[in-house]
């Protein structure tokens, strides 16, 4: 038992840089199975109006019914090569969630200037419309794009080679189904704090319109290519706000940065 959980220990030690399932589905391949049930009608309910299920527990029914079990990778990432690098704003409260499930982390001695990471900015983004169980569930798309940082010193370095290897990405990958971010805690990173009056915008985007051919023919050129985009008001005003200076470049940027080498 000891040497099946050590040697557990060492895969789990061993996924930098690989790819690894964030969840799974099920494919269409189906196969049909009897199922023991029992019979049922199916009437109109003058209670609630919709379809009444009333089964007959006293007659067994054995129903055919088709079983879908091949279970497939759905969204996979590559592992980060060393590990995440969570900001010294957020260290305590991660922590605290890395701490719960037992996933090691270290925390840095010393700020870094411009440190290589990765950082993933959302190009869209789904807030649930309801809260679920206390939270407000977010669903991100994006990518991972090399960029550099400065780093403060109290942040989180969250080293992949280690045995909870998988629950750390798990927490941490904004796309996981049940990372952090997806349960909400990260929301206002993704919330819109400053924007720009529609009638600025226009003043703008005229100005930008006249004084650079390469914006007049980017913008000329997605109006024909994008149908969407055309038809909507807003979203032609922001291509111009997200192009002008006063535009928040850390707008849709998920807090947590994955490292490519330990970042002593």
């Known amino acids: ?64 019914i088709p079983l879908c079990d091949e279970v497939v990778p759905g969204r996979v990432v590559e592992a980060p090569v060393a590990g995440y690098v969570v900001p010294a704003a ?31 900015r959302a190009t869209s983004t789904s807030f649930g419309a309801t809260p679920y169980e206390g939270h407000q569930r977010l669903t991100v798309e994006g990518t991972w794009q090399p960029e550099r940082h400065a780093i403060s010193r109290g942040s989180l370095f969250v080293p992949i080679a280690q045995p909870l290897s998988r629950v750390a990405v798990a927490l941490l990958e904004p796309q ?32 930008m319109l006249a004084a650079d051919p390469a914006v007049r023919a980017e913008f000329e050129q997605r109006l024909a290519s994008d149908p969407a985009f055309a038809a909507d008001p807003q979203a032609r005003l922001d291509f111009f706000y997200r192009r002008h200076a006063s535009w928040d470049d850390r707008m849709d940027l998920y807090p947590v940065l994955r490292v490519g080498k330990d970042p002593r």
């Open 176 to 207: 996981a189904p049940d990372s952090l971010a997806a349960w909400g805690w990260f929301n206002n990173h993704f919330e819109r704090k400053e924007y720009m009056e529609p009638y600025v915008a226009e003043a703008v985007a005229r100005e």
């Open 90 to 120: 957020h260290a305590g409260f991660v922590a605290g969630k890395l701490d719960l499930h037992g996933v090691a982390y270290r925390r840095l001695d010393a700020g870094i200037e411009g440190l290589a990471v990765e950082a993933f």
């Open 1 to 64: 038992w000891q040497a099946l959980a050590h040697a557990a220990d060492a895969r789990a030690t061993g996924l930098a840089g690989t790819p690894m399932p964030l969840d799974y589905v099920a494919t269409d391949a189906c196969h049909d199975i009897d199922y023991k049930g029992y019979a049922y009608t199916r009437t109109p309910s003058d209670v609630s109006g919709a379809t009444m299920t009333r089964y007959d527990g006293a007659t067994p029914q054995v129903w055919r």
